[in-house]
């Protein structure tokens, strides 16, 4: 997105559902600010930020602590309740960085989700009460994980009494507050998180969740026809 670049990739292994959400499978997002991006990267600059971005993003795609809102659907991770689950390790790499990192990142993940396929996992019948059932990965059938109600994240950066979509480092060196809200294909909102130390008014808050839900449709209707293209490529080579 402009001159900030980032990479993301999906790796998934199956786990055991964490007994405070039995019929859950778990998300880990991960992102690491390269020092060749910035020279602010380097040593203790780099991991407070990439904690950070680290935060908000679970914040933004996986919704509340009981999972509600949540963008990725922990639900469809499940393989038997209780016992075996996937669990999705999301990796990002910031390359370059110019501003909007958030945003960036979150088109990325949805990208990377969409392009990920899960193995079909047979479970041998057999296994009762508190035995761990056998499984047999398949190498052959994959499940396309489901992205349509991944979000994207829109930041809106405020600047003075106005604020700014889609913000350079420039620009974001003038900010007051940003906040940034991750929308659906159906408008809605999934996870809202700020950062700068300025306080906002609730009005001019629920005037950035309009405009963000403006630019998301925008905003997803362009990644997904640049999803299906780069998906077209694949098929033709």
Known sequence: MGATNVISSVKAELGKPSSLQPDKGKVTIYVDCSPTAEPMFEGRGGDELSMELSVALQRCLLGGKSGAGAGIDLSSLIVVEGKICWDLYIDCLVISSDGNLLDALGAAIKAALSNT????VNVAVGASGDQQPEVD????EFLQFDTSNIPVIVT?????RHYIVDATSEEESQMNSAVSISVNRKGHICGLTKRGGA????????DMISVAKHVSDQ???KLDSEIAAAEADEDES
């Open 117 to 120: 396929g899960i193995p079909r």
């Open 199 to 206: 306080g906002l008014d609730p009005s001019i808050i629920l």
């Open 219 to 221: 905003l997803i209707n």
């Open 137 to 140: 990965i398949s190498d052959e």
């Open 156 to 160: 809106l950066t405020k600047a003075g």
